[in-house]
C-alpha cells in the first residue's frame, strides 16, 4: 500500500482544515487507517484511527470532539477534518495503514506510512 497525504497548510486559531490521504492497492479497504502527527522536537504522536468497517474510530483526547476521521473504501481515501484548530495542532501529519485496531493508537503496529502534511496554525 502507498499512501500520500495531502490538505495542510497554513490556518488561524479557531478554523478549520481537511486533511486528505489516498491509497493504492487493492486491498485498502482490509487496513486500518490512522493519523498521527509529530511537531518539532517531539515524538510522533496519535491522533485518530479508523477500523475497516468505517464505523469504529477512536482518538486522542487531545483532539476528541475537533477531529473527525472518515474514509472512503470505494475511493481508497481517508481524511481527517480538523475543526477549532489550535496553535498546539501545528505538526506534520502523518496517514498510516495497519491491521490492529485494538493496538491502533500505537505507531509501531502500522505497516505503511504517507509522507506527512505540514499543519501549522497560527495564534
Known amino acids: 500500500v502507498q499512501l500520500q497525504a495531502s490538505g495542510g497548510g497554513l490556518v488561524q486559531a479557531g478554523g478549520s482544515l481537511r486533511l486528505s490521504c489516498a491509497a493504492s492497492?487493492?486491498?485498502?479497504?482490509?487496513?486500518?487507517m490512522g493519523w498521527f502527527r509529530q511537531a518539532p522536537g517531539k515524538e510522533r504522536e496519535f491522533v485518530g484511527t479508523?477500523?475497516?468497517?468505517?464505523?469504529?474510530?477512536k482518538y486522542a483526547d487531545s483532539v476528541k470532539g475537533r477531529f473527525t476521521v472518515s474514509r472512503d473504501n470505494a475511493k481508497n481515501t481517508v481524511s481527517l477534518q480538523m475543526n477549532s484548530l489550535k496553535p498546539e495542532d501545528t505538526a506534520v501529519y502523518y496517514c498510516?495503514?495497519?491491521?490492529?485496531?485494538?493496538?491502533?493508537?500505537?505507531?509501531?503496529?502500522?505497516?505503511?506510512w504517507g509522507q506527512g502534511t505540514q499543519v501549522t496554525v497560527s495564534s
Open positions: 498510516a495503514a495497519g491491521t490492529s485496531y485494538s493496538r491502533g493508537s500505537s505507531p509501531g503496529h502500522y505497516n505503511y
Open positions: 492497492g487493492r486491498t485498502f479497504s482490509t487496513y486500518v
Open positions: 479508523i477500523d475497516w468497517n468505517v464505523i469504529s474510530t
